[in-house]
């Protein structure tokens, strides 16, 4: 059985620290005989309402094969666990190697600012090409005027 856990750490925790504390969690899982088949941080995010005065908080998906048993034990941990402001875990069926749809929105913005600065990149050059064709043209016709 395939379980996805998202849990939401609180901001004033630096990434590293996030990092830390995802390792730590993924230890203890991995104890238990459980195995993270996933594992995604989604960045720093504004949340949708306001969590004991938070308005952001760190995002992160692991996905876990085990028995139920495991399914507890990250609750229970998440729940102790001062640092964590909120958690969800569900059970699900099947599994997909894609990355979640925010990891994917993700690397689609990032690819877009790519591709809007290659064009960007592209504008310039032509632009550049343009102005020394006209530098050339206004050249060659000065010199046709003092020959003649």
């Given at each position: 059985m395939y379980y996805e856990t998202v849990f939401i750490v609180n901001p004033d925790i630096s990434q590293e620290n996030t990092e830390i504390m995802t390792n730590e969690l993924v230890d203890k899982i991995e104890k238990d005989g459980a195995r993270i088949v996933k594992r995604e941080y989604w960045g720093s995010r504004p949340l949708a309402y306001s969590i004991q005065k938070r308005n952001r908080g760190h995002y992160t998906l692991l996905v876990t094969d085990g028995a139920g048993d495991v399914?507890?034990?990250?609750?229970?941990?998440?729940?102790?666990?001062?640092?964590?402001?909120?958690?969800?875990?569900?059970?699900?069926?099947?599994?997909?190697?894609?990355?979640?749809?925010?990891?994917?929105?993700?690397?689609?913005?990032?690819?877009?600012?790519?591709?809007?600065e290659n064009k960007a990149e592209t504008k310039n050059k032509e632009e550049t090409k343009k102005k020394e064709e006209v530098a050339v043209e206004v050249e060659s016709k000065s010199e046709e005027k003092s020959e003649g």
């Amino acid at each position: 059985m395939y379980y996805e856990t998202v849990f939401i750490v609180n901001p004033d925790i630096s990434q590293e620290n996030t990092e830390i504390m995802t390792n730590e969690l993924v230890d203890k899982i991995e104890k238990d005989g459980a195995r993270i088949v996933k594992r995604e941080y989604w960045g720093s995010r504004p949340l949708a309402y306001s969590i004991q005065k938070r308005n952001r908080g760190h995002y992160t998906l692991l996905v876990t094969d085990g028995a139920g048993d495991v399914s507890k034990m990250i609750d229970e941990t998440l729940r102790l666990d001062e640092r964590v402001l909120r958690f969800l875990t569900t059970s699900i069926t099947e599994l997909s190697n894609d990355p979640s749809p925010l990891l994917r929105r993700r690397v689609v913005a990032s690819e877009d600012s790519k591709t809007e600065e290659n064009k960007a990149e592209t504008k310039n050059k032509e632009e550049t090409k343009k102005k020394e064709e006209v530098a050339v043209e206004v050249e060659s016709k000065s010199e046709e005027k003092s020959e003649g």
